[in-house]
T-cell receptor, first 112, second 109 residues
Protein backbone atom coordinates (compact mmCIF):
# COMPACT_ATOMS: atom_id res chain seq x y z
CA UNK A 1 0.00 0.00 0.00
CA UNK A 2 1.48 3.33 -1.04
CA UNK A 3 2.04 5.82 1.71
CA UNK A 4 4.31 6.83 4.53
CA UNK A 5 5.29 4.52 7.37
CA UNK A 6 6.77 5.32 10.75
CA UNK A 7 8.38 3.02 13.28
CA UNK A 8 8.05 2.39 16.10
CA UNK A 9 4.41 3.23 16.84
CA UNK A 10 5.22 3.95 20.46
CA UNK A 11 8.25 3.83 22.70
CA UNK A 12 9.19 4.43 26.31
CA UNK A 13 12.76 5.63 26.53
CA UNK A 14 15.08 6.26 29.45
CA UNK A 15 16.51 9.76 29.64
CA UNK A 16 19.99 9.98 28.20
CA UNK A 17 19.45 7.17 25.70
CA UNK A 18 19.87 7.59 21.96
CA UNK A 19 16.86 6.83 19.76
CA UNK A 20 16.14 6.86 16.03
CA UNK A 21 12.61 7.21 14.71
CA UNK A 22 12.23 5.73 11.27
CA UNK A 23 10.20 7.15 8.39
CA UNK A 24 9.81 5.67 4.91
CA UNK A 25 7.65 6.79 2.00
CA UNK A 26 7.05 5.09 -1.32
CA UNK A 27 5.37 7.96 -3.15
CA UNK A 28 8.66 9.34 -4.51
CA UNK A 29 7.96 12.65 -2.83
CA UNK A 30 10.79 15.17 -2.84
CA UNK A 31 10.01 16.92 0.43
CA UNK A 32 9.89 15.29 3.85
CA UNK A 33 9.27 16.70 7.30
CA UNK A 34 9.41 15.82 10.98
CA UNK A 35 6.91 17.44 13.34
CA UNK A 36 6.16 17.10 17.01
CA UNK A 37 2.65 17.55 18.36
CA UNK A 38 2.05 18.51 21.98
CA UNK A 39 -1.28 19.08 23.70
CA UNK A 40 -2.52 22.63 23.23
CA UNK A 41 0.15 23.48 20.67
CA UNK A 42 0.15 23.31 16.92
CA UNK A 43 2.37 20.96 15.01
CA UNK A 44 5.93 22.24 15.25
CA UNK A 45 8.50 21.56 12.57
CA UNK A 46 11.70 19.94 13.80
CA UNK A 47 13.64 19.35 10.58
CA UNK A 48 12.82 19.13 6.91
CA UNK A 49 14.33 18.02 3.64
CA UNK A 50 13.34 19.49 0.27
CA UNK A 51 15.18 16.81 -1.68
CA UNK A 52 17.48 13.86 -1.13
CA UNK A 53 20.88 14.96 0.14
CA UNK A 54 19.66 18.20 1.74
CA UNK A 55 18.20 18.98 5.15
CA UNK A 56 17.16 22.10 7.03
CA UNK A 57 16.27 23.17 10.54
CA UNK A 58 12.70 23.91 11.51
CA UNK A 59 11.25 25.74 14.47
CA UNK A 60 12.45 23.35 17.22
CA UNK A 61 15.59 21.52 16.00
CA UNK A 62 17.63 21.40 19.21
CA UNK A 63 18.34 17.88 20.44
CA UNK A 64 17.39 16.30 17.10
CA UNK A 65 19.23 15.41 13.92
CA UNK A 66 18.14 14.02 10.56
CA UNK A 67 19.65 12.61 7.40
CA UNK A 68 18.30 12.14 3.87
CA UNK A 69 20.53 9.66 2.10
CA UNK A 70 17.84 8.75 -0.44
CA UNK A 71 14.36 9.84 -1.52
CA UNK A 72 12.44 7.30 0.54
CA UNK A 73 13.95 7.46 4.03
CA UNK A 74 14.13 10.29 6.54
CA UNK A 75 15.18 9.11 10.03
CA UNK A 76 15.05 11.37 13.07
CA UNK A 77 17.63 10.84 15.82
CA UNK A 78 17.50 11.98 19.43
CA UNK A 79 21.12 11.96 20.52
CA UNK A 80 20.44 12.00 24.27
CA UNK A 81 16.75 11.97 25.12
CA UNK A 82 15.30 14.34 27.73
CA UNK A 83 11.80 14.31 29.29
CA UNK A 84 10.79 17.47 27.36
CA UNK A 85 11.07 15.41 24.19
CA UNK A 86 8.04 13.38 25.29
CA UNK A 87 5.62 13.99 22.44
CA UNK A 88 3.88 12.52 19.42
CA UNK A 89 6.14 12.68 16.39
CA UNK A 90 4.78 12.81 12.87
CA UNK A 91 6.71 12.33 9.68
CA UNK A 92 5.20 13.80 6.52
CA UNK A 93 6.01 14.08 2.85
CA UNK A 94 4.86 16.18 -0.08
CA UNK A 95 5.51 16.13 -3.80
CA UNK A 96 6.54 19.77 -3.85
CA UNK A 97 6.91 22.45 -1.23
CA UNK A 98 3.46 23.97 -1.68
CA UNK A 99 1.34 20.87 -2.11
CA UNK A 100 -0.56 18.81 0.42
CA UNK A 101 1.46 16.82 2.90
CA UNK A 102 0.79 13.17 3.68
CA UNK A 103 1.41 12.10 7.26
CA UNK A 104 2.61 8.89 8.83
CA UNK A 105 0.61 7.37 11.65
CA UNK A 106 2.82 8.93 14.30
CA UNK A 107 5.23 7.75 16.99
CA UNK A 108 4.23 8.29 20.60
CA UNK A 109 7.47 8.77 22.53
CA UNK A 110 7.70 8.95 26.31
CA UNK A 111 11.04 9.87 27.88
CA UNK A 112 11.29 8.96 31.56
CA UNK B 1 6.08 37.06 14.74
CA UNK B 2 4.13 34.32 13.04
CA UNK B 3 0.82 33.32 14.55
CA UNK B 4 -2.25 31.27 13.77
CA UNK B 5 -5.41 31.67 15.84
CA UNK B 6 -8.40 29.38 15.85
CA UNK B 7 -10.95 28.49 18.53
CA UNK B 8 -9.97 25.71 20.90
CA UNK B 9 -13.28 23.88 20.84
CA UNK B 10 -16.70 24.07 19.18
CA UNK B 11 -19.88 22.07 19.57
CA UNK B 12 -22.51 21.50 16.89
CA UNK B 13 -25.51 19.28 16.25
CA UNK B 14 -25.70 16.42 13.79
CA UNK B 15 -27.19 17.61 10.49
CA UNK B 16 -26.35 21.25 11.15
CA UNK B 17 -23.72 23.60 9.68
CA UNK B 18 -20.61 24.82 11.48
CA UNK B 19 -17.99 27.40 10.56
CA UNK B 20 -14.48 27.20 12.00
CA UNK B 21 -12.54 30.45 11.74
CA UNK B 22 -8.81 30.95 11.45
CA UNK B 23 -6.75 34.13 11.42
CA UNK B 24 -3.12 34.10 10.45
CA UNK B 25 -0.03 36.27 10.49
CA UNK B 26 2.97 34.85 8.69
CA UNK B 27 6.11 36.15 7.03
CA UNK B 28 4.91 36.02 3.46
CA UNK B 29 2.08 33.83 2.27
CA UNK B 30 1.95 30.83 -0.02
CA UNK B 31 -1.44 29.42 0.82
CA UNK B 32 -3.72 28.31 3.61
CA UNK B 33 -4.32 24.64 4.40
CA UNK B 34 -6.98 22.85 6.43
CA UNK B 35 -6.44 19.37 7.82
CA UNK B 36 -8.68 17.02 9.77
CA UNK B 37 -7.28 14.96 12.63
CA UNK B 38 -9.27 12.29 14.44
CA UNK B 39 -8.13 11.50 17.97
CA UNK B 40 -5.03 9.33 17.98
CA UNK B 41 -4.63 9.51 14.23
CA UNK B 42 -2.57 11.43 11.69
CA UNK B 43 -3.76 14.69 10.11
CA UNK B 44 -5.35 14.31 6.67
CA UNK B 45 -5.61 17.02 4.03
CA UNK B 46 -8.94 18.77 3.49
CA UNK B 47 -8.34 21.92 1.46
CA UNK B 48 -5.88 24.46 0.11
CA UNK B 49 -6.61 28.12 -0.72
CA UNK B 50 -4.14 30.56 -2.20
CA UNK B 51 -6.54 32.96 -3.93
CA UNK B 52 -9.38 34.89 -2.31
CA UNK B 53 -12.75 33.23 -2.37
CA UNK B 54 -14.61 30.06 -1.61
CA UNK B 55 -13.51 26.56 -2.58
CA UNK B 56 -16.24 23.93 -2.33
CA UNK B 57 -15.55 20.23 -2.00
CA UNK B 58 -18.63 18.20 -1.19
CA UNK B 59 -19.88 18.92 2.34
CA UNK B 60 -16.73 20.92 3.12
CA UNK B 61 -15.92 24.43 1.86
CA UNK B 62 -13.00 26.70 2.65
CA UNK B 63 -12.82 30.47 2.30
CA UNK B 64 -9.85 32.80 2.18
CA UNK B 65 -9.43 36.56 2.47
CA UNK B 66 -5.76 37.46 2.05
CA UNK B 67 -6.28 41.13 2.84
CA UNK B 68 -7.83 40.23 6.20
CA UNK B 69 -5.52 37.31 7.01
CA UNK B 70 -8.64 35.22 7.51
CA UNK B 71 -9.96 31.84 6.51
CA UNK B 72 -12.83 29.64 7.51
CA UNK B 73 -13.79 26.02 7.05
CA UNK B 74 -17.50 25.38 6.58
CA UNK B 75 -18.90 21.93 7.27
CA UNK B 76 -22.46 21.18 6.15
CA UNK B 77 -24.84 18.33 6.99
CA UNK B 78 -22.71 17.39 9.95
CA UNK B 79 -22.23 13.71 10.67
CA UNK B 80 -20.98 12.07 13.86
CA UNK B 81 -17.82 11.03 12.02
CA UNK B 82 -16.97 14.73 11.59
CA UNK B 83 -16.07 14.84 15.29
CA UNK B 84 -12.36 15.60 15.08
CA UNK B 85 -9.82 18.37 15.40
CA UNK B 86 -9.49 20.75 12.47
CA UNK B 87 -6.05 22.23 11.91
CA UNK B 88 -5.43 25.50 10.10
CA UNK B 89 -1.95 26.07 8.66
CA UNK B 90 -0.47 28.98 6.73
CA UNK B 91 2.48 28.51 4.40
CA UNK B 92 5.06 31.28 4.78
CA UNK B 93 7.52 32.75 2.28
CA UNK B 94 9.96 29.88 2.91
CA UNK B 95 7.22 27.33 2.14
CA UNK B 96 7.13 26.28 5.77
CA UNK B 97 3.75 25.50 7.32
CA UNK B 98 2.84 27.43 10.46
CA UNK B 99 0.15 25.50 12.33
CA UNK B 100 -2.64 26.54 14.62
CA UNK B 101 -3.29 24.48 17.74
CA UNK B 102 -6.43 23.05 16.18
CA UNK B 103 -10.17 23.31 16.84
CA UNK B 104 -11.77 20.32 18.49
CA UNK B 105 -15.23 19.88 16.99
CA UNK B 106 -17.76 17.95 19.06
CA UNK B 107 -20.88 16.73 17.26
CA UNK B 108 -23.94 15.98 19.35
CA UNK B 109 -26.91 13.87 18.18
Amino acid sequence: IAGITQAPTSQILAAGRRMTLRCTQDMRHNAMYWYRQDLGLGLRLIHYSNTAGTTGKGEVPDGYSVSRANTDDFPLTLASAVPSQTSVYFCASSDRENTEAFFGQGTRLTVV
Amino acid sequence: GQNIDQPTEMTATEGAIVQINCTYQTSGFNGLFWYQQHAGEAPTFLSYNVLDGLEEKGRFSSFLSRSKGYSYLLLKELQMKDSASYLCASMDSNYQLIWGAGTKLIIKP
